[in-house]
């Protein structure tokens, strides 16, 4: 059975710090691009930040490009999301998201879309406080 398990989220306050993680199982993602979303109350589910297979090649919403870091280990079949400077307008459900087996990049124009992406985790809990 695949699974994508998110940590790590939490309370902070307005300048925080948090470091999220994906755990993934039930298969290897190492030849999958990867992705973490969001979705505050009220609001659609968003993009936050995407890396391809080997890590070479992020992106970023604009609204957290300089304050977050993606990054994967493959040995480890975890994704991670370092978040800082954290805002209350981060305040959200955190989701990681994987490609099917063998989409090992996306295109600057692809990473966004959610269609893209067949499994998704159930999502953590980040909230900060103003």
């Known amino acids: 059975q695949v699974q994508l398990v998110e940590s790590g989220g939490g309370l902070v306050q307005t300048g925080g710090s948090l470091r999220l993680s994906c755990a993934a199982s039930?298969?290897?993602?190492?030849?999958?691009?990867m992705a973490w979303f969001r979705q505050a109350p009220g609001k659609e589910r968003e993009f936050v930040a995407s890396?391809?297979?080997?890590?070479?090649?992020?992106y970023y919403a604009d609204s957290v490009k300089g304050r977050f870091t993606i990054s994967r280990s493959n040995a480890k079949n975890t994704l991670y999301l370092e978040m800082n400077r954290l805002k209350p307008d981060d305040t959200a459900v955190y989701y990681c998201?994987?490609?099917?087996?063998?989409?090992?990049?996306?295109?600057?124009?692809?990473?966004?879309?959610?269609?893209?992406?067949?499994?998704w985790g159930q999502g953590t809990q980040v909230s900060v406080s103003s």
């Open positions: 039930g298969r290897t993602f190492s030849n999958t691009n």
């Open positions: 890396i391809n297979w080997t890590g070479g090649r992020t």
């Open positions: 998201a994987a490609t099917k087996d063998g989409t090992f990049s996306l295109s600057s124009d692809l990473v966004q879309v959610q269609s893209e992406y067949a499994y």
